[in-house]
C-alpha cells in the first residue's frame, strides 16, 4: 500500500501484515521509485489498485491554474505514471484497476477540474487497452460512496451551494453505496480478472442499490 500518510498507511498495513510505503502522486520519479520497492518487497506484482483522487471543489469560473493542474496531476497523470512503472513488474496474469468516476460525461456544478481529469483519465485508459491488448486493465467508474475523505479541506459554504444545486438537479442519489462494499467490489473484479486471463472486464460503473421502502408494492 502507497499513499501520502504514512502513520495511517503503517498502522493499516502492521493490523494485516502488508507493507507501507509513502508516496505522492504527483511526483514521477517518487511513484517510479515506491512501484519497484513494492514490486521487491512482495517478490512482484499480481495486481495493482489505484485509487487516489482529489477533487478541487470551485465553480469553473472559479477554478485557477493551480487547481487544474493538481487535478490533472493527480487524476490523471498520477495513475498513468503508476501504470507505467507497474507494467514492466507484473506478473502474467497480473491486473491493474484504476478508479475513475461514474459522473464522466454528466459533470456536476462545482466540480469541473475533477470531471475533466476523470474523462482524461479515461481516454487514456482506452488507449493503453489500444496500444497493449495484452494487459488486463479495468477502469471503474466509482459513484457516490459514503464514509470517504474526498470533502476533507473544502470550503463548507461552497459546499452547502453546491448540495443544494445537485439535490435541485437530481444529480444526488437517495443513497450512498457502502465504502466497504465499495471495496470489496473491487477486490473481486481484481480476484476475477486474475483468475480468468482471457477476459478483461474493461469498463465496471458502480452505482447505488437503493432499495424500495417496505411495505411498496413494485410498479407493475
Same mark, same amino acid.
Given at each position: 500500500?502507497?499513499? $501520502? $500518510?504514512?502513520?495511517?498507511?503503517?498502522?493499516?498495513? =502492521?493490523?494485516? #501484515?502488508?507493507?507501507?510505503?509513502e508516496l505522492d502522486v504527483e511526483d514521477p520519479a517518487a511513484i517510479t521509485r515506491v512501484v519497484n520497492e513494492a514490486a521487491d518487497a512482495l517478490? #512482484?506484482?499480481?495486481?495493482?489498485v489505484f485509487t487516489s483522487t482529489v477533487i478541487p471543489f470551485a465553480y469553473?469560473? =472559479? &477554478?485557477? +491554474?493551480a487547481s487544474w493542474l493538481h487535478a490533472f496531476n493527480v487524476n490523471t497523470l498520477g495513475a498513468n505514471n503508476v501504470l507505467r512503472a507497474a507494467v514492466p513488474r507484473l506478473a502474467d496474469n497480473g491486473v491493474v484497476l484504476i478508479a475513475s468516476s461514474h459522473d464522466v460525461g454528466r459533470p456536476r456544478a462545482g466540480v469541473a477540474a475533477y470531471s475533466a481529469s476523470k474523462a482524461a483519465l479515461d481516454e487514456i485508459l482506452h488507449s493503453w487497452r489500444s496500444e497493449h491488448p495484452e494487459l488486463s486493465v479495468i477502469r471503474v467508474g466509482v459513484g457516490p460512496t459514503e464514509d470517504t475523505e474526498i470533502l476533507r #479541506?473544502? =470550503?463548507r459554504d461552497l459546499l452547502d451551494q453546491l448540495l443544494k444545486l445537485w439535490v435541485e438537479?437530481?444529480?444526488l442519489p437517495a $443513497?450512498?453505496?457502502a465504502l466497504g462494499d465499495v471495496a470489496n467490489t473491487l477486490v473481486s473484479l481484481v480476484v476475477t480478472a486474475f483468475e480468468n486471463? &482471457? +477476459? +478483461?472486464?474493461?469498463?465496471?460503473?458502480?452505482?447505488?442499490r437503493i432499495r424500495r421502502r417496505q411495505g411498496r408494492e413494485p410498479a407493475e
Open positions: 500500500m502507497a499513499a $501520502r $500518510r504514512i502513520k495511517l498507511l503503517k498502522t493499516l498495513a =502492521d493490523s494485516i #501484515g502488508g507493507h507501507a510505503f517478490g #512482484g506484482l499480481d495486481a495493482v469553473i469560473e =472559479d &477554478t485557477d +491554474v #479541506g473544502a =470550503d438537479q437530481g444529480a $443513497r450512498m453505496s486471463p &482471457t +477476459v +478483461v472486464p474493461e469498463v465496471v460503473q458502480l452505482s447505488p
